[in-house]
C-alpha cells in the first residue's frame, strides 16, 4: 500500500507537470504499488489541489479508454474516468490556444447533461437515461502529462485520464429524439475525414460507459450528480492539434461543432 505521503507527492508532481507545462516518466515502474484503486485516491488529491490552487470547481466527469481499440491501443484491459473542473470548458466560438498543453490530442464524444443524481444502489442503464436532462456534441483536448503518452492505467487514472479541455455545443438534443447506439459521427480536420463511428462504439451504448463509471464511482462514496455533464467517451482516434487546425464533429440528428485551433 503507498503511504498517504507518497500519494500527495504523485498528485503534486502531476499537478506541476500540467501548470509548467513540461511531461513526466509514468510512475509505476517506481512505485508498483500503484493499482487502480490507488492511482483513483492520488486523482482525488490532484483534483483538490487544482482546485484550491486554480480556484475552480468540479463540474463533471470524464469518461476515457471507453472502445475496445483504444484499450488495445494503450494496453489497457478496462474503461478510466476523471473530474471535469469548470476551467476545463473552453468556447467554441474561440480558438483554442495550444500554449498551455503539452502535447494535445482532440477527439469527439458526446456530451451528457444530468437532471438527477445518480444514486444506485446499482447504476443501470436505464437509470442513467432516465436521469439524462440532453445530450450534445462535444470534443475534447487530452493531453497526458507522461512522457509520449506513455502509462499504464493506474498511471493514466492518477493523471486524471488525460484531461485537458473540452468543448460542448450549446444545442441541447433529447435522448429520445436520436439513436444512442446506430447515430453516425463524422471527426474532421481541415475538411478532411479524420475517422468515423456510431455512439454504440463506446461501449455498446454511452448510457452503459456512464452506468460502469457510476457504479465505480459509488463504491468510492462518490456519484454523478444533478447537473453535471459527463463526456462518455471518445468516438475515434484522437488528433494531434497543429496551429492554424479546424476540427469539426458531425452526428446524426445534430448540428454539426467546429472548432479552430490558434494560428
Ligand atoms: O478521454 C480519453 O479517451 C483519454 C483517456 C486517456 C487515454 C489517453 O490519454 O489517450
Ligand atoms: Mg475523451
Redesign the pocket.
Known sequence: MLKTDTVNQIAYTLFQAERDVYEVKKFVDEYPELTVEVAYDVQDQLIKLKCDQEKTVRIGM?????SKA?QQM?GVHEP?YGVLLQNMELLAAEPISLKPLIHPKI?PEIAFVFAKDLEGPVVTVAEVLQATDYVTPAM?I?D?RYLN?NFTLPD?IADN??SSKYIMSDKKYSIRDVDLVKMGCIFKQNDEIFGTSTAGSIMGHPARAIAWMANKMLARGQKVRAGDVVLS??LTG?AVMQAGDEFTVSFDGMDELRVTVEG
Do not use: N, Y
Not at 62 to 66: E, P, W
Open positions: 470524464k469518461l476515457g479508454l471507453t483504444k494503450m478510466s477527439e475534447e487530452i497526458s503518452f493514466v485520464s488525460s467517451g471518445a484522437s
